[in-house]
């Protein structure tokens, strides 16, 4: 199993350069089979929920064509399967997306129920509502859902919580039902926003992506389009926490510094100096870092995604902060492992309480999730001494060459896959 291996205490400095958004292109590689004509998706992330998702279009009979490591070719002319398989969905639970497409396209699509995952149980039962609304007929069976329609005729869809992948699975359908569909309380995030974008490349018609209504008016087919990606601003965010908790001084680049508003008035609070350019953001962490109250919320709130990242930073932040967690259920499950390394942090339902400490020490952790992983590697780069990240299989999941980007800003890490390899490490940075 690989880990890694880090010794902290380096400040971060020089530049990144941030790959596509992971979240937008799980959406919009499941939508580029609704055509039958080839699609070609550039700036897409070389990461393990991509590639596992790239798989399962291939398993149902698309042509898939990796151009290089971000560009890829797919053709959905030769599709002879509607049916999802398992390993897919357990592997990655976005396979969801596929629902969407397929059943837009097709009428007809079966994909396992995805379970839940390790930071809440993850229902999709909004994603259902929209494929009801839209007429199709949906069942559960042998765990897995079986979704079809005659016809998909537009409709008037009230989101009961302001859902992602909802908004997301029904603005795909709908694009190929009869008639206008309206989605209201729709997300805003900027991946909702670039699928809209996709799909309005390939003739969709969709207006409003990006406000909490979304106005869909049905075509016939959807046809071939080249696309670029947006950059991954949960992976620019990382990167900004990453500078501020070795007190660093990063550039990050490739980035829409309009979609890390949130995260850059959050640094700008706890004493870092944020300097914004066309396509790049500067995090200077110099001194201290201060504490803060911190709430996530859907766009253009906090993102959740980038809960544990500040967390992790406000671990040394001088005074009390207050991380509240309000999208997913159980968000929480790095804080122990921070503690081991020296953290005070205390839970308390949706909530986290940090007393800021001088300094984190190294310790052997476990990622439970992706963005706790994430948080972890940031924890062990501003420590003293050496920490050892467990399961980061998650963590290769969401960040294409982690260690290696994180090397090329001066930081002591790297992936082993053995004890032997640990001593060496060790030996090296002594
Ligand atoms: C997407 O998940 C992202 N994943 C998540 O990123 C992200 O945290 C989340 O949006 C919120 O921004 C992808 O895009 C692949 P939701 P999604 O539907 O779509 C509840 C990462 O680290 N809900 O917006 O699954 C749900 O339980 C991942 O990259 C229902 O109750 O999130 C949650 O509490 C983690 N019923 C809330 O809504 C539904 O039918 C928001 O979930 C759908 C959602």
């Given amino acids: 199993m690989e880990r890694y291996v880090i010794k902290g205490g380096n400040p971060l400095a020089g530049e990144v350069e941030i790959a596509g958004a992971k979240n937008a292109a799980l959406a919009i590689l ?3 089979i609704m055509t039958d004509e080839t699609v070609l998706i550039e700036n897409m992330p070389d990461v393990r929920d991509t590639n596992v998702l790239l798989e399962a279009i291939q398993e149902i009979g698309a042509i898939v064509e990796r151009v290089d490591k971000s560009r890829v070719k797919i053709n959905g002319s030769t ?39 390790n930071i809440g149980s993850r229902p999709i039962d909004q994603h259902l509502k929209g494929f009801r609304a839209l007429g199709a007929s949906v069942e559960i069976r042998h765990g897995a859902i079986v979704t079809q329609a005659e016809k998909l005729r537009g409709s008037h869809i009230f989101l009961d919580m302001v859902s992602v992948g909802a908004t997301i699975n029904i603005m795909m359908a709908a694009s190929l039902a009869s008639g206008r569909t309206i989605i209201e309380n729709a997300a805003r995030e900027p991946h909702v926003v670039d699928v809209a974008n996709f799909l309005n490349s390939m003739g969709a018609n969709i207006k409003g992506a990006g406000t909490d209504v979304i106005r869909i008016k049905g075509v016939e087919k959807l046809h071939k389009a080249e696309y670029s990606i947006i950059p991954d601003q949960i992976e620019a965010g990382t990167f900004m926490f990453a500078a501020a908790a070795t007190r660093g001084d990063v550039l990050v680049k490739n980035v829409i510094p309009k979609h890390l508003e949130a995260t850059t008035a959050k640094l700008e609070e706890i004493g870092c100096e944020v300097k914004e350019f066309d396509d790049s953001v500067r995090v ?14 859907p766009y253009p709130g906090y993102p959740t995604d980038m809960q544990p990242q500040i967390a992790a930073t406000l671990a040394t932040a001088t005074g009390t902060s207050i991380v509240t967690e309000s999208i997913f259920e159980n968000r929480f499950k790095y804080a122990d492992e921070l503690s081991r390394m020296g953290a005070n942090i205390k839970v308390e339902g949706n909530t986290a309480i940090i007393d800021g400490v001088g300094r984190l020490t190294g310790a052997r952790v476990s990622a ?4 706790a992983g994430a948080a972890l590697v940031i924890a062990g780069l501003a420590a003293e001494g050496i920490t050892i990240v467990d399961d980061i299989v998650y963590i290769q999941r969401g960040y294409e060459d982690f260690e290696v980007k994180l090397r090329g800003l001066g930081a002591e890490i790297e992936k082993v896959s053995s004890e032997k390899e640990i001593q060496k490490f060790r030996l090296r940075v002594s």
């Fill in 284 to 297: 200077i962490a110099a001194g201290n870092l201060r504490r803060t109250h911190v709430k996530t919320l």
């Fill in 79 to 117: 599709i002879t399967n509607v049916s999802v398989d398992y390993e897919f969905i357990k592997k990655i639970r976005a396979s969801y997306y596929l629902l969407g497409a397929l059943l837009g396209k097709y009428k007809h699509a079966e994909v396992p129920l995805p379970g839940g995952c």
């Fill in 368 to 371: 439970s999730d992706l963005r």
């Fill in 30 to 32: 499941a939508a580029a």
